[in-house]
């Protein structure tokens, strides 16, 4: 384990400070690694972290130096998760489909039969924004008290103008109403709508000439995602896409080489994406284009826990590479209904054979990395968002060790305590 140097330790005392923890240990996650400071304070001013180091080093009494301070007595403050995959709002359930997989069915024969992602798109469009809205809450909740204090969501279950529309305000609604930050992705070309069955073309022209537009007008997202896959939209498809969408301003990721190889990285690449999601099927070619452009892998294990794939995505090329490798929940009802970070964490470790830093990295800097957000969040240091979380925990492995337990004591966003555990 790495611990404290001088470059987390700032030596200059901010005027003000409004909250204070004291008795901690910090892991800061600074450069991807777990660059802990035992023995720890640290200190937000507004919203922000203004203070993090050893705690001798404070000039002063605590209660001398703050408005209100917290005795974390022993225990350790990590970023807040960044969650930066995730299809959150979605109407009715899938666990028929589960039940139909556990009886032989596979996933992409589901959805050629007009289940899966299409079931998903009927119950979404049938509910009121109301509805959506308070079962997405419920998730929204959840996460709140897993330590998730950013989460992306996409749309992506309407698959026509208006209900595309109606999942973005939702997000938008989500996003005033909880203190996590939201970043919104328009993920219009998710699957093909049963209305352009056979006519796939016209529906890319219908998402790049219609909905990407009033998308734009709206200011209603921030990236627009495509899922480049065999039962969804081909390499050339996606190409007109990320044409339209990075020519109206936008950042693109995408569902890249999750059940074949389309060569959707290499497009990633091209665009100058932000992530890549999934990447079972990553090639060498690929992966060399990714790490070129910098673009972040997002690894979703637990889609392929409960799809039960076998095929693993290449974790030592991206090792060896340096190309940074998140981790997200992927929350959806279909391939991933999982509200858990810690969950994914160990899933992470055992099925990706990711380290326990590096699978807490990529639960916290490399999700951050993987939104264009790594300059606010992700890391203790002081200037970024005071988003973070009080584990009692002894080290921070536990976090993917322990299964079955949230051993979470406080999520701070913002500067502000949003969750106590009872
Ligand atoms: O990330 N791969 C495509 N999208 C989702 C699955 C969505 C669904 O099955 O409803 C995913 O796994
Ligand atoms: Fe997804």
């Given at each position: ?9 700032n030596s200059?005392?901010?005027r003000t400070i409004?909250?204070?923890?004291i ?19 640290l200190g937000?001013?507004?919203?922000k ?37 995730t ?5 009715g359930?899938?666990?028929e ?6 009886n032989?069915?596979?996933?992409e024969?589901?959805?050629q ?6 079931s998903?798109?009927?119950a ?13 809450s419920k998730r929204?909740?959840?996460?709140l ?29 989500l ?5 996590q ?13 049963k209305?352009?069955?056979d006519r ?9 000439q ?14 627009v ?39 959707g ?19 060498s070619?690929?992966?060399q284009?990714?790490?070129e ?9 637990g ?8 095929k693993k ?18 929350l959806?009802?279909?391939?991933s209904p ?8 160990n899933?992470a ?8 830093e590096?699978a807490?990295?990529?639960a ?24 973070l ?5 002894n ?7 322990l299964i ?10 913002s500067?502000k ?5 009872p």
């Amino acid at each position: 384990m790495k611990t404290a140097n001088a470059t987390t330790t700032n030596s200059q005392f901010p005027r003000t400070i409004d909250l204070l923890f004291i008795n901690c240990h910090l892991a800061t996650m600074v450069k991807g690694a777990y660059t802990i400071i035992k023995d720890a304070a640290l200190g937000i001013t507004g919203k922000k972290i203004s203070w993090t180091g050893e705690q001798t080093n404070l000039p002063d009494n605590p209660e001398k130096l703050a408005t209100q301070v917290i005795d974390c007595r022993n225990k350790w403050i990590l970023p807040g998760f960044v969650d930066c995959h995730t299809h959150l709002v979605w109407a009715g359930s899938r666990s028929e489909e589960f039940e139909m997989r556990l009886n032989g069915a596979r996933y992409e024969e589901i959805a050629q039969q007009g289940g899966g992602i299409a079931s998903t798109v009927r119950a979404t469009r049938a509910a009121t924004k109301e509805d959506l809205f308070s079962q997405a809450s419920k998730r929204m909740d959840t996460l709140l008290k897993q330590g998730i204090t950013c989460v992306e969501i996409k749309s992506g279950y309407g698959l026509d103008l208006e209900t595309e529309l109606k999942m973005l305000s939702v997000i938008d609604q989500l996003n005033q109403a909880f203190p996590q930050q939201i970043e919104p992705t328009f993920l219009g070309a998710h699957a093909l709508p049963k209305e352009f069955k056979d006519r796939s073309d016209a529906y890319v022209d219908l998402v790049t000439q219609t909905m990407l537009p009033r998308v734009k007008d709206q200011k209603i997202a921030s990236a627009v995602d495509v899922f480049c896959e065999g039962i969804a939209f081909s390499k050339s498809q996606t190409r007109k896409i990320f044409k339209a969408a990075t020519d109206m301003g936008f950042r693109v990721k995408l569902h890249a080489e999750q059940l074949s190889d389309m060569d959707g990285a290499a497009l990633a690449a091209e665009f100058n994406a932000l992530s890549c999601d999934h990447l079972e099927y990553l090639s060498s070619p690929g992966a060399q284009k990714m790490a070129e452009q910098d673009v972040a892998a997002v690894l979703l294990p637990g889609a392929f826990y409960f799809l039960k794939e076998t095929k693993k995505p290449p974790i030592h090329l991206l090792r060896k590479l340096g190309i940074p490798m998140a981790i997200s929940t992927d929350l959806n009802p279909g391939s991933s209904p999982i509200h858990s970070m810690t969950l994914i964490l160990n899933m992470a470790c055992l099925l990706f054979d990711l380290t326990c830093e590096e699978a807490l990295a990529g639960a916290t800097i490399n999700g951050a990395k993987a939104l264009g957000l790594e300059q606010t969040k992700g890391t203790l240091e002081v200037g970024k968002d005071a988003d973070l979380v009080l584990w009692d925990i002894n080290t921070p492995a536990d976090l993917c060790y322990l299964i079955g337990t949230t051993p979470i004591e406080m999520v701070v966003i913002s500067g502000k305590v949003q969750y106590t555990n009872p």
